[in-house]
């Protein structure tokens, strides 16, 4: 199984302003996801991102919003920009395995 | 949308076997049958997977229906640490992995001491 990293875990961000968060795996792997999970509900996936090339996007996610790094194989960064309160969610880092995939544990994102 | 329908929530007393059902009638010969649990405040966290053989590991047992329209995850022996909401997926065995596995409401257990 992977070990999955991700900082910041938690963070309480003023209106307006980005926030980046980073995602480290102990393991080389060709695709990472990234996952929100708002208050109350199950996880919708933002992205792929593969590296090397630009993050194929979800219907409802835009990169002006939620723009992604890969720079190698291990790490990838998610920036939530121009923060809303809507934006207050769980966001997770997730690689796949032989068959399933792994998760981090996630960072909680409050926007005041 | 998710292929699965499962119940919101579940009781279950400590000690005994926790039998969380999942229905998933459309599904196809070439998709596999997932469990996730997630413990509040973590990532979800993988649980087991199958064809169409029943499945067991240190964690869990998947028992899923001759005509495999429906699953069941077992856990043996419960415990307080069980309490999660536990999602059933299913996905082929092929593609992108993300956009594959799409996760429900899931079950609410909850294991009572």
Known sequence: ?112 | DAKTTQPPSMDCAEGRAANLPCNHSTISGNEYVYWYRQIHSQGPQYIIHGLKNNETNEMASLIITEDRKSSTLILPHATLRDTAVYYCIVRVATGNYGQNFVFGPGTRLSVLP
Not at chain 1, 16 to 44: A, E, H, K, N
Not at chain 1, 65 to 72: D, G, L, Q, T
């Open chain 1, 1 to 112: 199984s992977a070990v999955i990293s991700q900082k910041p875990s938690r963070d309480i961000c003023q209106r307006g302003t980005s926030l980046t968060i980073q995602c480290q795996v102990d393991s080389q792997v060709t695709m990472m996801f990234w996952y929100r999970q708002q208050p109350g509900q199950s996880l919708t996936l933002i992205a792929t991102a593969n590296q090397g090339s630009e993050a194929t996007y979800e219907s409802g996610f835009v990169i002006d919003k939620f723009p992604i790094s890969r720079p190698n194989l291990t790490f990838s960064t998610l920036t939530v920009s121009n923060l809303s309160p809507e934006d207050s969610s769980i966001y997770l880092c997730s690689v796949q395995g032989t068959g399933e995939l792994f998760f981090g544990e996630g960072s909680r994102l409050t926007v005041l």
